[in-house]
């Protein structure tokens, strides 16, 4: 099945900026939708957005409506997450997760990365 890699965390000052890469290999479908989440310790996984590969269509939570976008580029089989005016609640370890769009949207994908560490400081 799929097999997914979060890259591009680090540590970056409060209001900047930075962009996550979710690749996926292995055995992948035009159905699929990936979805990002993160999670800080501690507290639960809470949902960031969502992206269907087929049409593009985002769906983001309200707390992060306006800061972040996710896009996707087909070719590369990648998924970004952009992240702008970043804060230091926004610290975490960020996944990337996918599966067919119904199981994603009911908020059970099966296939997760690793996790990529970000760290905003003041």
């Known amino acids: 099945q799929v097999q997914l890699v979060e890259s591009g965390g680090g540590l970056v000052q409060a209001g900047g900026s930075l962009r996550l890469s979710c690749a996926a290999s292995?055995?992948?479908?035009?159905?699929?939708?990936t979805a990002w989440f993160r999670q800080a310790p501690g507290k639960e996984r809470e949902f960031l957005g969502r992206?269907?590969?087929?049409?593009?269509?985002?769906y983001y939570a309200d707390s992060v409506k306006g800061r972040f976008t996710i896009s996707r580029e087909n070719a590369k089989n990648t998924v970004y997450l952009q992240m702008n005016s970043l804060k230091p609640e926004d610290t975490a370890v960020y996944y990337c997760?996918?599966?067919?769009?119904?199981?994603?949207?009911?908020?059970?994908?099966?296939?997760w990365g690793q996790g990529t560490q970000v760290t905003v400081s003041s």
């Open positions: 292995g055995r992948t479908f035009p159905t699929y939708a």
């Open positions: 992206i269907s590969w087929s049409s593009g269509i985002t």
């Open positions: 997760a996918t599966d067919f769009y119904p199981a994603v949207v009911h908020g059970r994908p099966g296939y």
